[in-house]
């Protein structure tokens, strides 16, 4: 058995890079483009901490609205402008991240990610120290006092995931996708599968 993600890829038969590279992959679906450079997928989630364990809140259960996701992410962008950090909310539910020291970040698929919220790095302690630093700013930014208002989960974590550079897409086995799955959309689309 292997993860969906993992499946996805190998079905249209993308090079796998140090990970499967599926941020650079479904920001097509985001029409923000990533011609160049390495992506993470920086997806916003809450993280509940419970007395034996983290639970994680993913962002499609979140309802991030598109002003919330861009509020967001311009407090992070502005923070985190001189360590040369870009992080773009191009959809609610997905955000994408890059650096120019990203390329050796090893930022398996989300359902590998279970129990390794961090992804593993050469400069791990420089994403660490990037991670806790968003948890600061994401606590106390305004957009999330008015979730807590409306009892509706805090936006307090990102999670890192699917990194790489655009891949190309040569696997053209299928003529018709039947998905509602961003990755499975933005393959379709790079193989010229009707989606």
Not at 36 to 57: E, K
Not at 78 to 105: M, Q
Not at 121 to 131: K, P, S, V
Request: hydrophobic share 45%.
């Amino acid at each position: 058995a292997i993860d969906v993600e993992s499946w996805l890829c190998q079905a249209f038969e993308v090079e796998k890079q140090l990970n499967w590279p599926v941020a650079p992959l479904t920001a097509l679906v985001d029409a923000h483009p990533t011609e160049s450079g390495f992506w993470l997928r920086a997806d916003p989630v809450h993280l509940q901490l419970q007395r034996s364990r983290t639970l994680l809140i993913a962002a499609p259960a979140l309802q991030i609205t598109a002003a919330e996701a861009a509020a967001l992410a311009d407090t992070l962008n502005r923070h985190f402008a001189g360590d040369g950090i870009v992080l773009k909310a191009a959809h609610p539910t997905r955000w994408y991240c890059t650096n120019s020291e990203a390329s050796g970040i090893e930022s398996p698929t989300l359902t590998a990610l279970a129990g390794r919220p961090l992804p593993r790095a050469q400069h791990a302690g420089r994403w660490q120290r990037w991670l806790t630093e968003c948890q600061m700013l994401l606590h106390e930014h305004p957009v999330n006092q008015a979730r807590e208002q409306r009892r509706e989960p805090a936006i307090n974590s990102l999670l890192l995931w699917g990194g790489g550079e655009k891949p190309a897409v040569p696997g053209r086995h299928f003529s018709h996708i039947w998905s509602g799955d961003p990755l499975a959309a933005a393959l379709a689309l790079q193989s010229g599968a009707e989606c």
